[in-house]
């Protein structure tokens, strides 16, 4: 320890250690190959030989996605703190507050709005970093806000799904936020405004048991794990062994759970648009 | 034969001991021996009384899934006359995890949903030990439309330790049969009560379950995993199910307070499986109370309640 640790105060060090990782080289799960972590955020997290998707942190993947880079990042809405006053191997308010510092965000989902090709619309992204992109009360308070901003502003609403499932210390709570945001879906489709749903790695459980399986059109990341049970439920269950490539985007589509499997260095053309031509607006101008 | 369950043990040897004492007096009867018998059938009694009045989440989950608890074909045995099965989703196969059918429920014609787990090895397996496949929830949201289109009320009986989690299911779409399931039941246009009668084990308990009126037996559980998949996932411990059961806040009681449940149906002393027919008559009453609120509603305005209140749920109240 050096003298930073007993003066600088914990929620400044772990600002001062996010620093690191840009010194860092990333290696690729895939291919072993080694990438120099500027590189990698640079490619969208995408390794440049082998065309491994990371999961790419929600801020970063909104700073991609909007003409410019420009938006407007959309308070979460406050949602009750620990109503099972929950406690695991630590007590759950600290865990939701080491995870509020570190990634400096109110909950796992974030939600914006801007400009994709000149058109308006709005965006919830999940982000996996926070506790597992779990859904409790704040994740699926969030969604809701997000569906009925969408409708209130009249612009299409795309989400990027990342989440484990439940928020497991919230209990029933986290449940019921499958039927909740079930309810904000039919509001986007009774406005008659496009839902698109991004399955991002992984999109399990709970998340995909509702509001990542309703959408009107899907679109998968390549390589994401996109189901209900997990890979190991399944295996302890049936013991026996899982086949090759079992709940990645391309089983899915060929499945026909999802309309595609495209790329993250296409993803925007591809949303703005299947937007555009859902709204009936004309190609871009630019 | 009554089977006991572990922490039951003290009313067990009390019950035993009473049938013993009731075996010597009637052979030959002394009055001394009937006094005595009358005092421990007293106690044996009270014992239970005083066991199920404070059962711990942990003893309830275990009465919840007890062998003799009586299942979906028994409340639809009691409760629904001229009960008429339909089976299959119309597009891959029949599930019979997931029981469905039109009938009559206190002269009223009514579509009946349900989960089974079998009671038995043969039907255990007949009935996928009410694991569901995409299939059953597919098949449900068929009757749910039927319902709707008919202007049936809909009634659905929750047993199920979750949807089952196999290579099949996920290939035909669990996750999207289950959301579509649960959708169907927030759109319909008719009255819909859910009674969780044993295990209502997480998404595959709630696609079913999004109704206007959601109740509980007293002594059963709603889980948004099973403690053992909870205690696996938080202490990487599936041993420790106990602590899952207990933290989790799982139980009819706690749900009630947290108003994520809309009622409870008290069972009776000893829990359901000791006097099941007691207990379909109280779930049959609380139904017929539970759709008659809803009798004078509009498509529209059942539709709206429902939605309303699961919006609702965790809103300001915790």
């Known amino acids: ?286 | 034969m009554a089977s006991y369950l572990d922490f039951e043990k003290p009313v067990a040897e009390l019950e035993a001991r009473v049938e013993d004492l009731r075996a010597l007096s009637e052979k030959k009867d002394s009055p001394n021996i009937g006094e005595e018998l009358a005092k421990l059938e007293a106690k044996a009694a009270k014992a239970l009384a005083d066991l199920y009045a404070a059962l711990t989440p942990w003893q309830k989950t275990q009465v919840a899934r007890h062998p003799q608890r009586p299942h979906c074909v028994d409340y639809i045995a009691g409760l629904i006359e001229d009960f008429t099965p339909l089976a299959g989703d119309r597009k891959f196969a029949e599930d019979e995890a997931i029981i469905c059918g039109l009938g009559r429920f206190r002269g009223q014609s009514v579509a009946v949903i349900g989960q089974e787990k079998g009671f038995d090895t043969a039907s255990r397996l007949k009935h996928n030990f009410g694991m569901v496949k995409p299939e059953g929830y597919r098949k449900a949201v068929r009757v749910m439309e039927l319902a709707d289109r008919f202007g049936l009320p809909v009634i659905s009986f929750v047993d199920t330790a979750g949807a089952f989690p196999g290579i099949e299911a996920e290939e035909r779409g669990q996750a999207e049969a289950i959301a579509r399931a649960t959708e169907a039941a927030l759109v319909q246009g008719t009255p819909n009560v859910a009674t969780v009668i044993g295990e209502g084990g997480s998404g595959g308990a709630l696609g079913i379950a999004a109704c206007n009126v959601v109740l509980m037996l007293e002594h059963s559980i709603y889980t948004v995993a099973s403690p053992e998949a909870s205690a696996s996932i938080l202490w990487r411990d599936s041993s420790r199910a106990q602590d899952a059961a207990t933290s989790m806040k799982v139980t009819a009681q706690d749900l009630m307070k947290f108003g994520i449940i809309d009622g409870i149906v008290a069972e009776p002393v000893g829990g359901a499986h000791r006097d099941p027919e007691a207990t379909i008559r109280s779930v049959g009453d609380a139904v017929a109370s539970a759709l008659a609120r809803f009798a004078e509603f509009s498509p529209e305005a059942v539709r709206a309640f429902r939605q309303e209140k699961f919006l609702g749920i965790g809103r300001g109240k915790v």
Not at chain 1, 168 to 176: H, P, R, T
């Open chain 1, 1 to 286: 320890m050096n003298w930073i640790s007993n003066v600088v105060p914990p929620k400044i060090r772990s600002i001062l250690k996010r620093e690191t990782p840009e010194n860092l080289w990333v290696k690729c799960p895939e291919s072993g190959e080694l990438v120099f972590h500027k590189d990698l955020e640079a490619n969208l997290f995408v390794v440049p030989g082998s065309g491994y998707h990371m999961r790419i942190p929600a801020k970063a993947r909104l700073d991609a996605l909007f003409d410019d880079g420009v938006y407007e990042s959309l308070p979460s809405p406050e949602a009750p703190a620990d109503p099972l006053k929950f406690r695991d191997v630590k007590r759950y308010t600290d865990r939701l507050k080491d995870y509020r510092t570190k990634t400096g965000a109110y909950d796992a989902v974030r939600l914006a709005a801007g400009a994709l090709q000149e058109l308006q619309v709005t965006v919830a992204a999940q982000d996996f970093d926070f506790l597992g992109g779990s859904l409790g009360m704040a994740a699926g308070e969030a969604i809701v806000a997000g569906m009925m901003r969408a409708v209130e502003h009249r612009t299409p609403f795309i989400i990027f799904t990342a989440s484990g499932g439940a928020r497991m210390q919230e209990g029933m709570f986290s449940l019921m936020q499958m039927p909740r945001t079930t309810v904000a879906v039919q509001r986007l489709k009774e406005a008659k405004l496009p839902y698109i749903v991004v399955l991002t790695n992984p999109t399990t459980g709970g998340v995909t048991a509702s509001y990542a399986m309703l959408g009107d059109l899907h679109i998968a990341e390549p390589g994401a794990v996109i189901g209900f049970a997990g890979a190991r439920v399944i295996e302890q269950t049936i013991r026996e062994r899982l086949p090759e490539g079992f709940q990645r985007s391309e089983y899915l589509l060929q499945h026909g759970m999802v309309d595609m499997v495209v790329p993250r260095a296409q993803m925007r053309d591809t949303l703005g648009r299947v937007c555009r031509l859902l709204m009936k607006a004309p190609v871009p101008a630019s």
